[in-house]
C-alpha cells in the first residue's frame, strides 16, 4: 500500500469532526476510549486514524512508519525526515491535540497532495516527502 493511498483512507476516517477525536487513538460512541483497530471504534484522532487505516489494508509496520513520516513533516517542517518514530508521534499527537479538525484536515489535504505528486510526476514510484 502506498503512503497516498493511506493517507486517503485516513482522511476519510476522520472526514466529519463527528469522527475525529483528540487525546486517545479511538473512542466508541459513548465517548469511551478504545483501540484504533476495535469494531467498536466510532471516531479516531490523526495517529489512530493511520493505525486503523494500515491495519485495516494489511499493511506493514513501515508503511505505518512512512505514514506518520509524511504527516509529521507536512504538519512540522522542522521534523527531521530522519527521524525517529517516537519523535514524528509526538510532534502528531501534540498536533491533532492542539489543532481543529479543519486544521488536521488541512495538513492532511496537503501531506496527501504532496506524496501524490510524488507519485504521478515520476515514471517510477518515487518516495513522498519524508519516505526513506
Not at 27 to 48: F, I, K, N, P, Q
Not at 100 to 114: G, M, P, R, Y
Not at 119 to 130: A, D, E, I, N
Request: with cysteine; charged share 25%; proline share 2%.
Amino acid at each position: 500500500m502506498t503512503t497516498v493511498e493511506i493517507l486517503r483512507s485516513v482522511r476519510s476516517l476522520i472526514a466529519t469532526p463527528e469522527k475525529w477525536t483528540r487525546d486517545q487513538y479511538a473512542r466508541r460512541a459513548d465517548g469511551a476510549r478504545t483501540h484504533a483497530l476495535a469494531d467498536d471504534a466510532v471516531c479516531w484522532c490523526l495517529l489512530g486514524a493511520v493505525r486503523r487505516a494500515v491495519g485495516n489494508a494489511g499493511a506493514s509496520s513501515r508503511d505505518l512508519s512512512r505514514a506518520y513520516r509524511a504527516l509529521a513533516v507536512t504538519v512540522d517542517p522542522q521534523i527531521s525526515v530522519y527521524a525517529e518514530n517516537d519523535e514524528l508521534i509526538s510532534a502528531l499527537a501534540l498536533f491533532n491535540d492542539r489543532a481543529s479538525h479543519a486544521e488536521v484536515s488541512a495538513k492532511l489535504d496537503v501531506a496527501i497532495a504532496a506524496c501524490g505528486a510524488d507519485q504521478v510526476t515520476s515514471m517510477h514510484r518515487r518516495p513522498c516527502r519524508g519516505e526513506a
